[in-house]
């Protein structure tokens, strides 16, 4: 099984946090629930296998409204404006760069926020987002409001291919276009940023708790928790960008599996905010009926590419992690066609040169 990097903020889980399932066939909301065992063994979907044509055209299921859709913005459950998203992040990115050190290598900046910047163009997100990379252990990722972006390099070198690291990007941008952080504000009643609770923590939903209690970032409670509601709805979305973005959508769930995998193996080795919000089987569950039921069917998706394999390289021999193992480099992307595994034998090389 591949891993996934998909822990988000997990924002106040109290009653409005129980345990969300997948959208029923019938095209249902995220947070509606499909019937099945989570004992049952998760099978491995593939987009348009079991595709429901009654899908409402600019609906939050309707992949093809992706970028037209108003998704969480300003209303009843949203008091604060995209300007108090913007200058709010701002304020907190500065505090996270002032205590962090940033990764500056070109060539890994370039790539990364290549990928992002992507994945922002294929989601519903109404902002600019500016995407840089943390030098640090932590597998985390943390999008804070106004889409102030940031990607640990332990992230980045936790993941084996480039759709792993989309997988977790994708749900990150989703909690920064579904305006999460103002939404869940809101839900707590908050008028003002400073009667907010302060934690000496990260500032988003992937960030590592260790890393910025050191920095002595205080953050709002709100930033850093979301609730299972806002974690399914990321998910849900950051699916459909992924498939948006021409990637192959079982990278999330490679990327679940991983991270529950590797914290049961090593307890601590990922983030807080991961563990807190592991890849059950009901999550799982709810990631393959949405990637069959609600995204059209394609002929190939990019699964990877060497370039990822040299970034990760260079990012390895920047930071000395560990000696870089000789290895034939790919040629030309990999893609997974349809009807082949996520088990072995699903990835064949492409054809650009």
């Not at 390289?313 to 040629?331: T, W």
């Amino acid at each position: 099984m591949r891993w996934v990097m998909i822990a988000a903020l997990v924002l106040g889980c109290g009653a409005a946090c129980g345990q969300q399932a997948a959208p029923a066939v019938d095209a249902a909301k995220p947070d509606e629930a499909v019937s099945g065992g989570a004992a049952a063994e998760v099978k491995i979907a593939t987009p348009g296998e079991r595709f429901d044509p009654r899908i409402k055209k600019g609906s939050e299921q309707d992949v093809e409204a992706v970028g037209t859709r108003k998704i969480g913005g300003r209303g009843v459950k949203n008091w604060y404006s995209t300007n108090w998203e913007l200058g709010v992040g701002q304020q907190y990115s500065m505090a996270v760069e002032k205590t962090s050190h940033l990764v500056t290598d070109p060539v890994v900046v370039e790539y990364v926020n290549r990928i992002g910047q992507n994945l922002v163009r294929n989601s519903d997100a109404k902002v600019p987002f500016t995407i840089k990379i943390l030098d640090t252990d932590e597998i985390n990722a943390m999008a804070l409001p106004g889409g102030y972006f940031y990607v640990d390099s332990g992230l980045i070198l936790a993941c084996d291919t480039e759709d792993e690291l989309a997988g977790v990007m994708a749900h990150e941008i989703a909690h920064v276009a579904a305006h999460h952080a103002a939404r869940e504000m809101t839900k707590q009643g908050y008028m003002q940023i400073g009667s907010i609770p302060m934690v000496m923590v990260a500032a988003g939903s992937w960030v590592g708790y260790g890393v910025y209690e050191a920095a002595q970032v205080a953050m709002p409670l709100s930033f850093l928790e979301f609730s299972r509601e806002y974690e399914t709805e990321a998910d849900y979305l950051g699916i459909q960008y992924m498939y948006r973005a021409g990637y192959d959508p079982q990278g999330m769930v490679t990327i679940f599996e991983k991270l529950s995998a590797l914290e049961k193996r090593k307890p601590g080795a990922v983030s807080k905010a991961f563990s807190d919000h592991p890849a059950t089987p009901e999550r799982i569950t709810a990631v393959e009926h949405e990637i069959a039921t609600i995204l059209p069917a394609r002929p190939e998706y990019l699964v990877t590419t060497s370039e990822f394999d040299e970034v990760k390289a260079r990012l390895e021999r920047i930071q000395n992690k560990r000696g870089v193992e000789e290895k034939k480099p790919r040629k030309g992307p990999v893609l997974r066609r349809v009807g082949d595994s996520n088990n072995g034998g699903f990835v064949v090389p492409g054809s650009i040169n």
